[in-house]
Nanobody, 121 residues
Framework: EVQLQASGGGLAQAGGSLTLSCVASGLTFDEYAIGWFRQAPGKEREAVSCVSSGEGSPHYRGSVKGRFTISSDHAKNTLYLQMNSVKSEDMAVYYC??????????????WGQGTQVTVSS
């Protein structure tokens, strides 16, 4: 059974930083692409970032490029999202999720409980 547990959300001031973590079990990062999506109240789900299994450049939505960094520790089966220079529009519940393929398709078939990110101005 695949389980993904995100943590690390909280309150950050605009311009500040947060680091999200996601511990995965029941899969390895060599098998599937894995990434983050977010959802704010009343809004559609948005893909934020994804990293394919094996080598390859990570993918970011345009609005977070240059501010967010996705990384993974395969030994710990943990995915991270370093969020710098956060903005009010980054405020949402963030979920880590497993993609359906080894490459990022942003088609997620498994995700865990999210972690809330709140940004104060």
């Amino acid at each position: 059974e695949v389980q993904l547990q995100a943590s690390g959300g909280g309150l950050a001031q605009a311009g500040g930083s947060l680091t999200l973590s996601c511990v995965a079990s029941g899969l390895t990062f060599d098998e599937y692409a894995i990434g983050w999506f977010r959802q704010a109240p009343g809004k559609e789900r948005e893909a934020v970032s994804c990293v394919s299994s094996g080598e390859g450049s990570p993918h970011y939505r345009g609005s977070v490029k240059g501010r967010f960094t996705i990384s993974s520790d395969h030994a710990k089966n943990t995915l991270y999202l370093q969020m710098n220079s956060v903005k009010s529009e980054d405020m949402a519940v963030y979920y880590c999720a497993k993609d359906v393929l080894r490459i990022c398709r942003f088609e997620y078939d498994n995700w865990g409980q999210g972690t809330q990110v709140t940004v104060s101005s």
